[in-house]
Nanobody, 122 residues
């Protein structure tokens, strides 16, 4: 059974860094685009970043601070988060999507991880 498992969340102070990891298992995700979304209570999932082949996409709110990358040999995707702000506090989800289509909409993704909590204290 294919699944995605996120790890690396935690609590950091403003300005700190975290690296989230998304481990794929049950099948290879190398032919898929991969994305990171985040969600706060009472709100829908918000696009954070995506990677498709060698191209990366980041939300304006995280551009210059966050970076998505992947290791196809390990079937893993990463989200390096620097200069964290309290407004980055959320549950972060990893997801897989077909190579085509828009990567900015959560409806494009067919498989999701369980999420990992990131809390940034001021």
């Amino acid at each position: 059974q294919a699944q995605l498992v996120e790890s690396g969340g935690g609590t950091v102070q403003t300005g700190g860094s975290l690296r989230l990891t998304c481990a794929g298992s049950g099948r290879s995700f190398n032919s898929n685009a991969m994305g990171w979304f985040r969600q706060t209570p009472g709100k829908g999932r918000e696009f954070v970043a995506a990677i498709r082949s060698s191209s990366t996409y980041h939300a304006d709110s995280v551009k210059g601070r966050f970076a998505i990358s992947r290791d196809t040999a390990k079937n893993m995707v990463y989200l390096q988060m620097n200069s964290l702000k309290p407004e980055d506090t959320a549950v972060y989800y990893c997801a897989a999507a077909p190579m085509g289509g828009s990567l900015y909409w959560d409806s494009e993704y067919f498989l999701w991880g369980q999420g990992t909590q990131v809390t940034v204290s001021s």
